[in-house]
């Protein structure tokens, strides 16, 4: 089976089970992309399309890749997202314009200059608007990371301040990427307090955009990974049934490698070398389909 079969298998059982939204990656080059996007749009998935500037900006130069302010770095990361729109718009409901811009490893630069993030953000969203006017905008950022005395090292409430401050009402959705029990501390039960934070900073839709559990080593087991799925799922309840401004969730992630760097490559609900599934996929349809008619955006994240 070659790369498209096995993703377009993945994408109908996706979508047999019930689960309304994936969340993929726009990459390079953009047109390599549109075999994919079209088969989860003809499938009927709805589509969050995540096009970071780190991504997009590889190979173009030493200076744009790092942001100098005389390399045209704004210019070309531009450029590419109108390009991606201009290929991808008709499958993609929701554009996310660049992915954690206030986490310090993924993101170091942007993490230190908070302005630089904002003119990320306010050059992407004025590429797509260029190029489809009716486009609909996410951004998100990394929950709050606190030290062993409590002092958090990572922040959320400065960028989503500034957005609300600066951007305002072009960007349709926050989105907040927490994990309980694995990057961050504390358990599920913590979500609702933890959303309500942020909408009280933003204002506006919240969604959790990413989320998850890793097994292996010295980790979570399988059956602390289903078990958790339902946590977040109860946890949430409320806000899933009664809460206007909360969107939804996008879980992390459909399958990985489940080998080499702890706990990041161990968040799937399915090993990678052969889609083997673990429990955590069951309950995670099950949460899905129990709350299919609240009109939220539940999805899962899909690496191709």
Not at 5 to 23: S, T
Not at 86 to 98: A, R
Not at 230 to 255: C, D, T
Request: charged share 25%; with cysteine.
């Amino acid at each position: 089976m070659n790369a498209d079969e096995r993703n377009k298998e993945n994408l109908c059982k996706i979508r047999d089970a019930g689960i309304p939204w994936v969340r993929m990656d726009v990459k390079k080059p953009v047109i390599e992309c549109e075999y994919i996007f079209r088969e989860a749009y003809d499938l009927g998935l709805g589509i969050i399309a995540p096009i970071t500037s780190k991504r997009m900006l590889k190979g173009h130069g030493f200076g744009k890749r790092f942001y100098f302010g005389n390399s045209g770095w704004e210019e070309k990361w531009k450029n590419l997202i109108e390009e991606s729109v201009e290929k991808l718009h008709e499958y993609v409901k929701i554009w996310q314009i660049d992915n954690e811009l206030n986490h310090p490893w993924h993101n170091t630069l942007p993490f230190l200059n908070k302005q630089l993030a904002v003119d990320i953000i306010k050059t992407g969203i004025e590429a797509v608007k260029n190029t489809d006017s009716h486009a609909k905008i996410a951004v998100n950022l990394f929950h709050e990371l606190r030290g062993p005395l409590g002092f958090p090292y990572v922040r959320d409430e400065t960028l989503t301040r500034l957005f609300k401050q600066v951007l305002g009402d072009s960007i349709d959705i926050l989105g907040i990427d927490i994990y309980r029990g694995s990057w961050h501390r504390g358990t599920p039960a913590q979500y609702p307090e933890d959303v309500e934070r942020i909408h009280n900073l933003w204002q506006g839709d919240i969604m959790i955009m990413e989320t998850g559990f890793c097994t292996g080593p010295f980790k979570g087991s399988p059956n602390d990974q289903a078990q958790h799925v339902k946590q977040v799922f109860s946890a949430l309840e409320n806000h899933m049934r009664s809460v206007p401004w909360f969107s939804g969730i996008m879980w992390y992630v459909y399958a990985s490698s489940h080998a080499k760097i702890f706990c990041e490559n161990y968040f799937g609900l399915h090993k990678n070398e052969n889609m083997e599934e673990k429990p955590a996929w069951a309950a995670f349809v099950d949460e899905v389909n129990r709350f299919s008619t609240t009109g939220k955006k539940l999805g899962i994240m899909y690496h191709y």
